[in-house]
């Protein structure tokens, strides 16, 4: 703990009661402006949910909550995966300074949001969301809600569980996007990291079809994703699952950009392969690797653009990892965490990994997002 006006609890007792408890003691003192909590639970306690945070706000004293299940939750230095878990951090913000929003299910909500898209009279400038995947909706709610904020971001991630899916919105909610949105007058600053590096050059869709890559560079798509894996992996595309992935660049972005999708299906016979992403037309495609050891270099060079940018140590964060990171990736240990600590510092965080992050207007996947409370 520092001398924050954050505070920050984790606990992986047994009973959702004890660590609920173990939380509040690691708390203490609650700081008497504390207004915003951030909560998230494993899995394993999804059915608890509701009694977890109504406890919470009791005793604590702290009205206003978000935060969403994961199948691992994180705290400063810590990952707990597959296991009972709780993660909390409490924020003292401007009482005009951000508002819990409720959960939106469907485009056409946004236009009839309660209070629209202001915060203390005024636009706002950012919002930190959490999803549910089971919603088709949510990528399109998410980059029609970046659009209505000032800065054009939002930050957070989608809910992984193998129970129910839910997130907190003051109340515990399921089936959308919900969250809470921060006014100009609450510093952020946010940066995202890939979890996997590239096999070669992006090439340019010539011929596609939704989903469908049907040619690369004027080529059949096929046979350009069989020369860049190589030889043996070419041979029997089964053993490229989960390590072989089709990337699609982000236009305008200078940053290595682009969105990570899986390689579901190919025809031999057409020369087609499938991804997990309806294909944008002109676009271009880079086929990329998981690599633990590109993953530790990424990372690192983002916490150090992060720590070169700071004046401050930061009061409080947030980060969201795929679910495919974290001792997956990193190795065990809490590796993953530990790096932010070890270039950053240590100061209150808080978050899970998710089925999904999101970054700016977009939904990822393998990357870690980092949003920081100035």
């Known amino acids: 703990m520092n001398n924050s006006p954050f505070r920050f609890a984790h606990s992986g007792l047994g009973q959702w009661m004890e660590a609920a408890e173990a939380c509040l003691r690691g708390l203490q003192p609650v700081p008497v402006a504390a207004n915003l909590g951030f909560v998230y639970v494993t899995d394993l306690y999804a059915n608890r949910l509701p009694e977890i945070v109504d406890y919470l706000r009791v005793h604590s004293g702290v009205p206003h909550w978000v935060g969403s299940v994961g199948v691992g939750v994180c705290a400063t230095a810590q990952e707990y995966l597959d296991e009972s878990a709780i993660a909390v951090m409490l924020g003292e913000f401007p009482e005009e300074g951000f508002r819990v929003f409720g959960n939106v299910t469907e485009l056409a909500q946004l236009d009839g949001q309660a209070g629209g898209f202001e915060v203390g009279g005024r636009a706002a400038h950012y919002a930190l969301v959490h999803g549910d995947a089971r919603n088709a909706e949510v990528p399109d709610i998410i980059e029609a809600l970046a659009a ?8 957070g991630g989608i809910t992984s569980s ?4 839910q997130q907190v919105a003051d109340d515990v909610v399921h089936g959308g996007l919900s969250g809470v949105m921060f006014g100009a007058q609450v510093p952020v600053m946010t940066r995202l990291t ?4 590239p096999i070669a050059a992006p090439h340019q869709v010539t011929a596609s079809q939704e989903n469908i890559l049907i040619s690369l560079d004027g080529r059949p798509a096929l046979d350009v994703l069989n020369e860049d894996i190589g030889e043996i992996l070419a041979r029997d595309l089964s053993r490229a699952a989960g390590y072989i ?3 699609l660049t982000v236009s305008g972005s200078d940053t290595r950009d682009y969105l990570v999708r899986n390689l579901i299906g190919a025809d031999t016979n057409e020369r087609l392969v499938a991804i997990s992403e309806v294909v944008p037309a002109q676009g271009e495609v880079v086929f990329c690797r998981r690599d633990a050891s590109a993953a530790r270099e990424d990372m690192l060079r983002m916490l150090g653009d992060i720590k070169q940018a700071l004046t401050a140590p930061p009061r409080g964060a947030v980060y969201y990892s795929c679910l495919g990171r974290g001792e997956g990736l990193f190795g065990a240990d809490s590796v993953e965490l530990k790096l ?8 209150p965080l808080v978050g899970f990994f998710a089925n999904g992050e999101i970054s700016h207007d977009r939904l990822y996947g393998y990357t870690g997002v980092l949003t920081l409370f100035l």
């Open 194 to 197: 890939q979890g996997v590096t």
């Open 245 to 247: 992935f089709a990337a």
């Open 148 to 155: 209505r904020m000032q800065s054009g971001f939002v930050t």
């Open 162 to 165: 193998r129970f129910q899916s």
């Open 340 to 347: 932010i600590s070890e270039v950053l510092g240590e100061f």
